[in-house]
């Protein structure tokens, strides 16, 4: 123990375990094989967790959990890293949602790869950031080869740029910043006369599917706009946008003296999987000289596909791009992108700071990554994907994405000649949007009722995990495979569960005197 801060009790009472200094829990010299053998601790009951568990989650409910976490007195420390894992086993470990299960299709989660989490734990360690260059050195440039590495598989060309984000959202947001101060300064180039930014605002719009992610609304909110900037353009029967609809609002857009700021198309939308008509929104958007952003967070996987490449044909005619590496290229959350086909138009998120990156050392040509950034201090998630394309390849990591959308495929097939359920479309990525139907499909509103049902008996029960979304105003589940271990099998397994909680609940309806709690 430390002569520096002793401690309240005596550790020779033997009353309670020798307490560390505080100091001691400081990651340096003097404590490097404290930090290795902790570390490994925690990785190793993880590794239990998952050589282990059976299924995907445990299904305990809120109110059972809650007071087990606030049961806990945070002013009482365990004061060794032992006591507070095994705490953890039963607030987090036990009970937590593991995405690499098999039976896990809920959401755009994907099971991550090895090579990336020893990235990730050599990242937090040394815990660079990446704002400025004598924070990261090394970081600054693997982040921008990175970038220059995703820029030239999407085909973006020598001018193109870009910055690592902490998500989709961000990515889409910081695209819209752009796309909204490009916007206001063409106007104010071309007008006769000044024109302020803010009576430029009211009038642009953003054009977008109606099947795109909500954060493009949100951006617009954010940015000042408001949510009714966004028109939603309607998709075809195959969930994708509809460019004769979309050079219908650009034209309408045009004659109202509206300034569409951006097209935004989706390369993978959330529910759908679908891809929008690129190449046709592209030119559109070229004829119109309006910003093209592609919203890849989803089907950027195809970007390293040996076999679907061909899918995102279009995409390097965009302005702006959006990748999540955490979806489909098998990354721990968080790892997201943002490039652009001019670099230059990143100098909207730049804002020089006396003490951070002040204006002349530019001129000296240090890189600093701020400048790029909406974020200041940032995280080196570049280095999970360096680790995986220096261990894997690129290769690997797309045929694993291809492998998930072959089994969306077949899985379609399942369900398509499966008569206890109905497929909205044909997916062209990994999702499956269906609904079981009740043998007497007469009533809409049960219909929604057993859908909903069956996707919580089912997480309750803890044997898999569905998604659910609403089309058209109907309640449907969702299967999103982002795991290549799902086997056709597993879809049907999971399938008969989903029907087998239907059915349940269908018949407890129909003897509404039963007593539930008995069944
Ligand atoms: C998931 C998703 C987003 C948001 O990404 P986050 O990483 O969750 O912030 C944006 N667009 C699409 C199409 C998505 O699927």
Redesign the pocket.
């Known amino acids: 123990m430390s002569f520096l801060a002793p401690t309240a009790e005596d550790p020779s009472s033997g009353a309670l375990p020798a307490r560390l200094d505080s100091r001691e829990h400081l990651l340096n010299n003097s404590t490097a094989d404290r930090y290795r053998d902790s570390v490994s601790e925690g990785v190793s009951r993880v590794a239990s967790r998952i050589a282990t568990c059976e299924r995907p989650l445990t299904g305990i409910s809120a109110p059972r959990l809650a007071p087990e976490i606030s049961g806990i007195d945070l002013e009482q420390p365990l004061g060794d890293h032992l006591a507070a894992l095994d705490e953890l086993e039963n607030v987090y470990l036990r009970d937590a949602v593991y995405f690499h299960h098999p039976r896990y299709l809920g959401h755009?989660n994907c099971p991550v790869v090895i090579p990336a989490l020893v990235g990730e734990a050599v990242l937090s360690s040394v815990n660079s950031s990446l704002d400025t260059w004598d924070q990261s050195i090394g970081g600054t440039l693997i982040e921008r080869r990175l970038i220059d590495w995703t820029t030239q598989r999407i085909g973006l060309g020598s001018a193109a740029d870009g910055i690592f984000t902490?998500?989709?959202?961000?990515?889409?947001l910081q695209a819209m910043l752009l796309a909204r101060d490009e916007a206001c300064r063409l106007v104010q180039k071309n007008s006769e006369t000044p024109r302020r930014k803010a009576e430029i605002l009211p009038q642009l719009r953003i054009l977008t599917s109606e099947c795109?992610?909500f954060?493009?609304a949100k951006s617009a909110a954010l940015l000042g706009l408001g949510y009714d900037a966004v028109i939603a353009v309607p998709c075809g029967e195959d969930k994708r946008m509809q460019a004769d609809a979309l050079a219908r609002e650009l034209d309408a857009c045009a004659r109202e003296g509206l300034v569409v700021m951006a097209v935004v198309a989706?390369?993978?939308?959330?529910d759908f999987g679908s891809i929008d008509p690129l190449p046709e929104i592209a030119e559109l958007c070229r004829r119109h000289e309006t910003w093209f952003h592609v919203?890849?967070?989803?089907?950027c996987g195809l970007l390293v596909s040996p076999r679907r490449r061909h899918l995102l044909n279009g995409i390097e005619l965009a302005d702006s791009v959006?990748v999540?590496y955490?979806?489909s290229f098998f990354q721990p959350?968080?790892s997201?992108a943002v490039l652009v086909r001019d670099r230059n138009t990143l100098r909207h998120a730049t804002y020089h700071a006396d003490y951070l990156n002040p204006a002349r050392v530019d001129e000296e040509r240090i890189p600093n990554q701020v400048d790029k950034s909406i974020q200041t201090t940032r995280r080196f998630d570049a280095l999970k994907l360096w680790m995986t394309l220096r261990v894997m390849g690129a290769d690997g990591v797309g045929e694993l994405f291809d492998e998930v959308v072959d089994r969306a495929a077949d899985g379609w097939s399942l369900l398509t000649a499966d008569p206890r359920f109905e497929v909205v479309v044909r997916p062209q990525l990994s999702t499956l949007v269906f609904r079981y139907l009740p043998p007497d499909n007469s009533d809409p509103a049960l219909c929604d009722a057993v859908n909903l049902h069956a996707r919580e008996a089912l997480f309750a029960s803890g044997e898999a995990v569905v998604a659910g979304t609403v089309v058209d105003g109907r309640h449907y589940l969702k299967f999103t495979l982002l795991n290549p271990q799902t086997t056709l099998r597993d879809i049907a397994t999971v399938l008969d569960l989903i029907a087998g909680h239907a059915r349940q609940y269908l018949s407890e309806r129909a003897e509404p005197h039963t007593d539930r709690r008995a069944g």
């Not at 902490?166 to 889409?172: D, M, P, V």
């Open positions: 755009l902490s998500g989709g959202t961000q990515s889409n795109s992610h954060s493009i989706t390369a993978g939308t959330t919203d890849a967070a989803y089907g959006t999540d955490h979806k959350v968080s997201s």
